[in-house]
């Protein structure tokens, strides 16, 4: 079955920039998804790339798609302390509605 | 927009009692799931529906477990008899039919002593 991976834990200093990485299994993945979680709120989605694509940009995230090697990271620039949460990674195959998520990371930004 | 909308928030109960999870869905959306968050298993599908109808419920754990939507507007997922083990936060989310997206509640937190 689908398979994603994602490292539990990442510390930055505020103001420097974040990667978040991301592998997964399925080949047939067709979009792969980026979800923000604060503590004790819902997944909030910050975006989302079509697996045709390398690469997508939102502001200060961006998102880059190694897809021969299965690889997704999220890219935060300027990290502030606000964007102190867990970031999981999600595929949806193929026509599938459903959506497989990572474990999550927990991103601590330092002051 | 009020975004996918959850309730309750917290339910606290002992076991063998009967727990309803209720939703309502963005309007206009016509997919729905519900999803299990633990520290063990993390992100856990159990259900989802399309057009009202139950598409897949290969993550329901067990029979103790029953999800409906009698409309586009509402869900529930029910637990009966509740296990100390249920204990997770539930989530639902809806998703339009054209879009990609999928949008969550802010989840239930269920506490089965």
């Known amino acids: 079955g689908e398979d994603v991976e994602q490292s539990l834990f990442l510390s930055v200093r505020e103001g420097d920039s974040s990667v978040i990485n991301c592998t997964y299994t399925d080949s047939s993945s067709t979009y792969l998804y980026w979800y923000k979680q604060e503590p004790g709120a819902g997944l909030q989605l910050l975006t989302y790339?079509?697996?045709?694509?390398d690469m997508k940009q939102d502001q200060r995230l961006t998102v880059l798609l190694n897809k021969k090697d299965k690889h997704l990271s999220l890219r935060i620039a300027d990290t502030q302390t606000g964007d102190s949460a867990i970031y999981f990674c999600a595929e949806r195959s193929g026509s599938a509605r459903q959506l497989t998520f990572g474990s999550g990371t927990q991103l601590t930004v330092l002051p | 927009d009020a975004g996918v909308i959850q309730s309750p928030r917290h339910e606290v109960t002992e076991m063998g009692q009967e727990v309803t999870l209720r939703c309502k869905p963005i309007?206009?959306?016509?997919?729905l799931f519900w999803y299990r968050q633990t520290m063990m298993r993390g992100l856990e599908l159990l259900i989802y529906?399309?057009?009202?109808?139950?598409?897949?419920d290969s993550g329901m754990p067990e029979d103790r477990f029953s999800a409906k939507m009698p409309n586009a507007s509402f869900s529930t997922l029910k637990i009966q008899p509740s296990e100390p083990r249920d204990s997770a936060v539930y989530f639902c989310?809806?998703?339009?039919?054209?879009?990609?997206?999928?949008?969550f509640g802010p989840g239930t937190r269920l506490t089965v002593t």
């Open positions: 790339i079509f697996s045709n694509m």
């Open positions: 529906f399309n057009n009202n109808v139950p598409i897949d």
């Open positions: 309007s206009g959306h016509n997919s």
């Open positions: 989310a809806s998703s339009p039919h054209t879009g990609n997206e999928q949008y």
